[in-house]
C-alpha cells in the first residue's frame, strides 16, 4: 500500500517566501507521525522559485511523501467569503494536510447559498473548508481549541499574541461580532470582516 501523500501550501509574495519557519514545524511533525521520518527538511534550501515571478503574490503547493513529488506555483486570486453555513459532521478527521481533501470537499457541497462552511464536531466550532477562523468578541480575536487542522498561520498569530484560542461552541457565536479566516495565503489584517450575523444553520 502506497503511503499518503502531504501538502504544504506556502505564500510566496514580491520575491519572498512567508512563514517557511512554521511550515518546516509542521512538515517535519507530519514526516514523523505519518512517515516515520527520522531527519528534517528545511525548505529554504528545498525550494527556489521560478525566474520572472518577482513581484505579486503567488502560491507555491508542495506535494510530498518520502520525497517531494512536485512543486507548483500560481498566481494567487484570494476568494471573497462573507457568509459560513454551519455544518455538523462528528466523523471528520483532517489532522494532516493530506493531498486527499475528500472528505472536506464533501463538507464543502453543503455550504447552499453560503460561500462556504464552517465545521461542527462533537458540538464545536473547528474549521471552514480551507481556513482556521478567528472570532472577535470586543477585545480578543479567538480561535478554536478544536480545529481540524492545526494550520501554520494560526501557529504565528498565537506564538505572537495576536490570538488567543478559545473553547467555542455552535451557541456561543451569539457572543461575537464578527469572523474571519487565516490560513497561508491570508494576509490577517486585511482579511475581510465576515458578520456573525451571517454564519447559520
Known amino acids: 500500500m502506497n503511503s499518503p501523500l502531504f501538502i504544504e501550501t506556502i505564500r510566496f509574495a514580491d520575491g519572498q517566501w512567508s512563514n517557511l ?3 518546516n514545524a509542521r512538515l517535519n511533525h507530519t514526516r514523523r ?6 531527519d528534517k527538511w528545511d525548505l529554504s534550501r ?3 522559485a521560478p525566474q520572472g515571478i518577482s513581484e505579486g503574490i503567488y502560491k507555491c503547493r508542495v506535494t510530498y511523501g518520502e520525497a517531494i513529488e512536485k512543486v507548483e506555483f500560481e498566481r494567487y486570486q484570494p476568494r ?13 478527521v483532517y489532522d494532516f494536510k493530506f493531498q486527499n481533501r475528500t472528505v472536506l470537499n464533501r463538507l464543502f457541497e453543503k455550504k447552499g447559498n453560503a460561500d462556504d462552511v464552517l465545521i461542527i464536531k462533537e458540538g464545536f ?13 470586543g477585545r480578543d480575536w479567538l480561535t478554536p481549541h478544536t ?16 490570538i488567543k484560542e478559545q473553547e467555542i461552541r455552535a451557541q456561543d457565536l451569539i457572543k461575537y461580532t464578527h469572523a474571519r ?4 495565503m ?15 444553520f
Not at 507521525?33 to 527520522?38: F, Q, V
Not at 471573497?80 to 471528520?92: C, F, I, K, M
Open 21 to 23: 519557519a512554521f511550515h
Open 33 to 38: 507521525a505519518c512517515l516515520g521520518a527520522a
Open 46 to 48: 528545498l525550494l527556489s
Open 80 to 92: 471573497l467569503v462573507t457568509s459560513l453555513r454551519l455544518v455538523e459532521e462528528d466523523a471528520v
Open 125 to 137: 466550532i473547528t474549521d471552514t473548508s480551507y481556513a482556521n477562523a478567528v472570532f472577535w468578541n
Open 147 to 162: 480545529p481540524l487542522l492545526k494550520g501554520t498561520r494560526r501557529a504565528q498569530l498565537l506564538q505572537e499574541g495576536l
Open 181 to 184: 479566516l487565516i490560513n497561508a
Open 186 to 200: 491570508l494576509d490577517f489584517e486585511t482579511t475581510p470582516l465576515i458578520d456573525v450575523q451571517q454564519i447559520g
